[in-house]
């Protein structure tokens, strides 16, 4: 059987992505990383949408990517 799930996560968006569309990125990068999963609290995740990001990102000294925390609808 089938349900949706709201899940929270953080992303991370590589440097060379900063001058596409941001929320664009931040989707294609929840399908590519979340869909096709497994997760202990929730099962295989098959399918995400309405991917929202939570706040400002935070890049992380030494590493130059941006740390976004995100949440989105999952069908698992």
């Known amino acids: 059987m089938y349900k949706m799930v709201k899940i929270e996560d953080t992303i991370r968006i590589p440097p060379k992505l900063f001058s596409e569309d ?33 706040g400002e990102g935070v890049i992380v000294h030494g590493d130059g990517a941006l740390y976004q925390k995100v949440r989105f609808d999952a069908l698992v």
Do not use: S
């Open 22 to 54: 941001m929320q664009k990125v931040i989707e294609e990068i929840v399908h590519k990383t979340f869909e096709g999963k497994y997760r202990k609290d929730c099962g295989v995740i098959v399918v995400t949408d309405n991917v929202e990001p939570l």
